[in-house]
């Protein structure tokens, strides 16, 4: 499986994907806003576009469709319950679902609500498994609730899900927050090292360039992951004190989300 990170430049700070087949050159276009960077970028490769995948219904991922099935012919996929609100929607997809690409690349669909009710992430379970994750999971952050989702769904989807994928899983979402994600994780446990030093790495990087985490470096450094930290349980009760000395998890990712909406 090949990958090409395609950063945006706009201002919604968007990560597009490509995914390809490195036998036969297919290639799957993710949430491809600024479409003509993701058909560059196939052309340098070498790939044929074939399939677009939208991991949710927001303009910011859908809005380059048109644009790309325009130029290419692909299919668009996504999730079944979004089809409708997307518009052009070839395949819709649910749990457990594959999307398949070229002759080599297999993508297990997961069913992941929470910034919205129809949202899904794409699992590669490769050597190297990846997820690529839209605006659910983002590099030392979560994504919000704003507009179509909810924080009680969107903890379901990080305790039952994510938290239990392999370690070593990249986390490929589809906006770069990478900074300002560990700066609030910081605000809420300012002892955390691990998160100390990536802060200090990120800020020296493009953000074309930005560090790909892990599943494994997100439960270190995203305060979404770090649930039962005495550290964050006790820099939430000073905001909250009503939530008691042992307040459960989804008590304190609601708080953190809550927090997190107007920090």
Known sequence: MLIERIWSANPYRNFHYLIACP???????????????????AKAKGWQITQILNTHEHRDHTGGNAGLVGATRARVLAHAGAASRIGGVDRGLGK???????RTV???????????????????RSDQPALFCGDTLFNAGAGNCHNGGHPQQLYETFMSQLARLPEETRVFPGHEYLARNLEFTLDREPDNTA?????????????????????????RVNTFFRLQSPGVI??????????GEQPDARTVFLKLRELRNAW
């Open 23 to 41: 036998e036969s050159g297919e290639a799957l276009a993710i949430d491809p806003l600024e479409w003509r960077l993701c058909l560059d970028a």
């Open 234 to 243: 006790a820099r939430l009760r000073e905001t909250f004190p009503d939530i």
């Open 106 to 124: 297999e993508l297990e669909c997961l069913d992941t609500p929470g910034h919205t009710m129809a949202h899904i992430c794409l699992l590669s």
């Open 96 to 102: 457990g679902d594959v999307v398949r690409v070229g």
């Open 195 to 219: 998160a100390q030093r990536l802060l200090g790495v990120a800020r020296r990087q493009s953000p074309a360039a930005m560090t790909i985490t892990t599943l494994g470096e997100e439960k």
